[in-house]
C-alpha cells in the first residue's frame, strides 16, 4: 500500500490557483481575502482516484469553492493556494474511485458543522469516515492530520471604522476624495525604516495610534536598501503584512511605502513586490501605494518613467488603489511633476518637509502644483531640520499646518519610533508595543499627537 501525501504550497497569488499536475482552475475570493493552505496529511486507504474539497461559505455571502484532486500512484501531489474571504463556513470531502463512487467522506457531524473565520490562521480539522459518514476512517491529530485546511484571511473591518464610512480613496479634480467623492484629510503617522525599528511594527502600536492617537493613518516605511528589502525580502514583507493587516483591523488607511533613495536602479525588484502587494491588496479600500519615497538623484523624467512602469504592473492586477509617487530632490519638486504629470486617473504626488529647514519657498511650490490639478499628499514631514535632528521649529510647523488644513491634504509624521533624535515622537526606550503616556512622547510627539487629535 502506498502513502500518498499532498503537500501545502503558500503561493502569494490573488486568486486560488489549483495545479494538480496539468489541472488548473481559478476562483475569486472576496475583496479583503488573502490566502489559505490546504494541507491533506497521510491518508493511504486504498481504491480512491480522485478526492473532491466543497468549501461552502454560509455567511455573509454565500459562495461555493469546489476543488478535485487525482490520485497519482508513486508521486506527491503539490497543492497550491485557496483564497477565502472571512466568514462563516461548512467543508466536505469526499473520496471517490474511478467510477465516481463515494468511498470516503467527511464524517456525518464534520458535515453539519460550522466554521467561523475570522481570524488570520484558523486550523479546520476534518474527521473521515466510510462513505455511510458513521465509520471513522482516520483519526485528525495536529501534526498528522487526515485533513487540516487553513485559511489565511483579513479580519474584516472595525464597525463604524473610519475607513469604513470612507471607502477606497481617490483622486477627483486635483484633491484625494472619498467613496462619495467627498474631499478627505487623513492625519497620522509614519513607522521608521522598517529594517531598524522593526519591534514597533506590530498590531499594538497601530492600535494605539488607533484608539489614542485617533490617528486615520499609518504609513509603513519599508527600508529598500542598506540591509532592507533588497537584503531580506521576506523579513521585510512580513513586517509590511503586519501592519498593513492592523490597520484593516483598526479600520485604518494604511500607506506601503517603498522606502528607497534610488528606487530608478532597483525598478525590477519594486515591480516585483508591488506585483505582489497588488495582488494581496488590490482594491482594498485601506491600502494605499507610494511607490518612490524620495528620489535624490534622478530627474523628474526618470521618476516618471519608473513610476509608470511599476505602476502599470499594479494596474495589470486590476487595483484600482490610490498611487502615489515621489519627485526630484527629496520629494520636494512637486512643481517639475505639475508640468509633466503621469497620465494616470488616480495618482497622488507626494511632498516631504522639515519645518526647520523647509519654508515658504516649498510652499510655493506646492501650491503652484495644486494651481495645475495635482492632488497632494505629505507622506513624510518633520517639526525640525531636515536631518531629523536640531532645533524643533513649532511656529514654522504651525504654518504647513495651516497651508496642509487650507488645501485639505493629508499627511503622516516622522516618526513613529524612539530613536534619540528631534523628529522622533517617542523617547528613547518607550514600549515598542505601545500604550503610551504623555510622558513617553518627545516634544514632536506630543505636538503632532495633539494636532491629529484636533
Not at 494596474?315 to 497620465?343: C, E, F, H, M, Y
Request: one cysteine or more; proline letters at 4%.
Amino acid at each position: 500500500m502506498q502513502t500518498f501525501r499532498i503537500l501545502s504550497i503558500l503561493a502569494l497569488t490573488g486568486l486560488l490557483l489549483t495545479n494538480c499536475r496539468a489541472d488548473r482552475s481559478s476562483i475569486e475570493g472576496g475583496q479583503r481575502s488573502q490566502l489559505a493552505d490546504v494541507a491533506i496529511g497521510n491518508f493511504d486507504k486504498p481504491n480512491w482516484t480522485r478526492f473532491d474539497l466543497e468549501i461552502e461559505r454560509l455567511r455573509p455571502e454565500p459562495q461555493k469553492i469546489q476543488k478535485k484532486y487525482q490520485r497519482m500512484d508513486n508521486q506527491d501531489l503539490r497543492d497550491a493556494t485557496i483564497q477565502v474571504p472571512f466568514g462563516d463556513y461548512k467543508f466536505l470531502l469526499t473520496y471517490r474511485d474511478d467510477q465516481d463512487k463515494i468511498l470516503y467522506e467527511s464524517c456525518a457531524a464534520e458535515k453539519a458543522k460550522e466554521h467561523s473565520i475570522q481570524e488570520p490562521r484558523y486550523p479546520v480539522e476534518i474527521k473521515i469516515c466510510a462513505a455511510d459518514g458513521q465509520t471513522p476512517a482516520g483519526e485528525v491529530k495536529p501534526d498528522e492530520a487526515d485533513v487540516t485546511i487553513n485559511p489565511v484571511v483579513t479580519a474584516p473591518d472595525a464597525a463604524g471604522s473610519f475607513v469604513a464610512a470612507h471607502g477606497m480613496l481617490s483622486v477627483a479634480g486635483g484633491k484625494i476624495v472619498d467613496k462619495n467623492q467627498k474631499p478627505i484629510q487623513l492625519k497620522g503617522m509614519s513607522l521608521f525604516w522598517s529594517q531598524w525599528s522593526g519591534t514597533f511594527w506590530n498590531a499594538d502600536v497601530v492600535a494605539t495610534l488607533k484608539k489614542d492617537w485617533k490617528a486615520t493613518l499609518v504609513r509603513a516605511a519599508m527600508g529598500v536598501e542598506e540591509g532592507g528589502y533588497l537584503t531580506q525580502p521576506a523579513a521585510e514583507k512580513e513586517r509590511v503584512k503586519t501592519v498593513v493587516e492592523a490597520a484593516i483591523k483598526e479600520g485604518l488607511y494604511v500607506i506601503i511605502d517603498w522606502h528607497d533613495h534610488h528606487a530608478t536602479r532597483n525598478a525590477d525588484k519594486a515591480v516585483e513586490f508591488f506585483t505582489e502587494m497588488a495582488t494581496l491588496y488590490g482594491n482594498n479600500p485601506h491600502v494605499l501605494f507610494e511607490i518612490y519615497n524620495e528620489p535624490i538623484d534622478d530627474s523628474w523624467d526618470q521618476v516618471k518613467a519608473y513610476a509608470e512602469k511599476v505602476i502599470k504592473a499594479i494596474r495589470a492586477k486590476n487595483a484600482k488603489n490610490l498611487v502615489i509617487v515621489g519627485s526630484p530632490t527629496w520629494s520636494q519638486r512637486v512643481d517639475l511633476a505639475a508640468d509633466n504629470p503621469i497620465q494616470d486617473s488616480n495618482v497622488a504626488y507626494t511632498l516631504h518637509f522639515y519645518a526647520g529647514t523647509h519654508r515658504q519657498e516649498l510652499r510655493d511650490k506646492a501650491a503652484y502644483a495644486i494651481q495645475k490639478g495635482l492632488a497632494l499628499f505629505v507622506t513624510e514631514f518633520g517639526v525640525c531640520a531636515s536631518s531629523g535632528n536640531g532645533n524643533i521649529d513649532l511656529p514654522e510647523t504651525d504654518r504647513w499646518m495651516e497651508f496642509m488644513n487650507k488645501h485639505g491634504i493629508s499627511w503622516a509624521n516622522w516618526s513613529l519610533f524612539d530613536k534619540d533624535e528631534s523628529a522622533s515622537a517617542l523617547k528613547n526606550g518607550a514600549n515598542p508595543r505601545g500604550g503610551w503616556t504623555d510622558s513617553d512622547l518627545t516634544v514632536s510627539g506630543a505636538y503632532i499627537k495633539r494636532k491629529i487629535m484636533e
